[in-house]
């Protein structure tokens, strides 16, 4: 399974240009909205006896606005527009064969982002029918802009898939949502969720 993946990786993901869109996403009781879009490419693929080694750069373009009564944008909340380095590290159990590891944010241009210090766990790690998909869990919470100069302690648990569509990379990226209680780390499905992220393979 490891040597399949790697090749698929190897063959289909690394140091492919990937374009997300503006993706546009409504929080705290439709008083905030978020616009995002990035440039993404992976890197740096390391391969040891046992593990998987790789880099995720996304240079990113969010912007999240305050919106009035009429739901228009009155001012700017938050920019989290900038440049970041992510690191995966991945090794198959011998235990139970699956692959599992973590995701973390090595640097970043962005001021004040929310990344700092936050790790995900990746488990379910399987390709079938030319589709590389994962799960991350995000250990403890990080912060989220909310009402006022307020920050809420939340969690992004997204489901990660890579596909081809007609012979052109996909990274899908669909995210869930959760309220995490900061003394019990107890974990709520929020009640704002956002839409899926979808990066397309493009023409440098």
Known sequence: ?????????????????????????RLENDTLEGVYSDIMTFSDLLVTEN???????TVTNEKIYILDANKKRSGMKK??????VFQYKLAIRKSSRQITGYMYCQSST???HTMEAVVYGVYDVALQNDQLTWKEQQLLYRDLPSDNEKYRSVAFDPDVRFYMEDGKLRFEYIPKLYDVDPVTLDKTLDKDQYP?????????
């Open 51 to 57: 593990g998987i080694q790789f880099n995720m750069t």
């Open 79 to 84: 920019d989290y527009t900038g440049t970041s």
């Open 110 to 112: 962005v001021t004040d």
């Open 196 to 204: 899926s992220f979808v990066s397309k393979e493009y023409y440098i």
């Open 1 to 25: 399974m490891k040597n399949d993946i790697v090749t698929y990786i190897r063959n289909n993901v690394i140091g492919k240009p990937l374009k997300t869109d503006d993706v546009i996403y």
